[in-house]
């Protein structure tokens, strides 16, 4: 009797590498935006996904034709209706080479940023919100802590994120 669970797995391995593959053909470098994002109050601003575990950064992926800027005005505005009021200033650029041998994270400081409407939860973020930078909530990981050190209390810049 054959395992019916056997042609599914196998299946899905080779669904999987063809998407792979796809994927460097066609993109065979990632660049992503990231933002740390203070309101007026100096609080930053930091989302917790549905599918990875702790609070991050806002920010994601820079679409084909778009600009640095407006994949993170973009994604500001999607993961935490953050609008921005003034120019954010690039800090860093970061090789994340935990997700893929690809994979390269630019990140601004963005100041004063304001909220158009609530946060509402949805199936990419389970939570958002400002945070004083003395009362961050638990799980902040630690690349985003690096971050933060690196930003506020002047650390060494680790190109790794």
Known sequence: ???????????SRVLTRLFHIYFRLQRPMTLGVRALAFNAEGHL????????PG?????????TG??????????????GH????TAPRLFGFYFNKRISCRDHVAVYIVRDVTQSAPFIPNREIAEAGFFPLD???DGVTAATRRRIEEALNG??????W
């Open 45 to 52: 601003f930091l989302i917790r996904h549905t599918y990875v």
């Open 66 to 79: 778009e600009t640095a800027l407006d994949a993170l005005t973009r994604e500001m505005a999607e993961e």
């Open 155 to 160: 650390q060494p810049q680790d190109p790794f």
């Open 55 to 63: 609070w991050q950064l806002p920010g994601g992926g820079i679409e």
């Open 135 to 137: 009362a961050l909530p």
């Open 1 to 11: 009797m054959t395992d019916p669970v056997q042609p599914s797995s196998w299946r």
């Open 82 to 85: 953050l609008v921005i009021t």
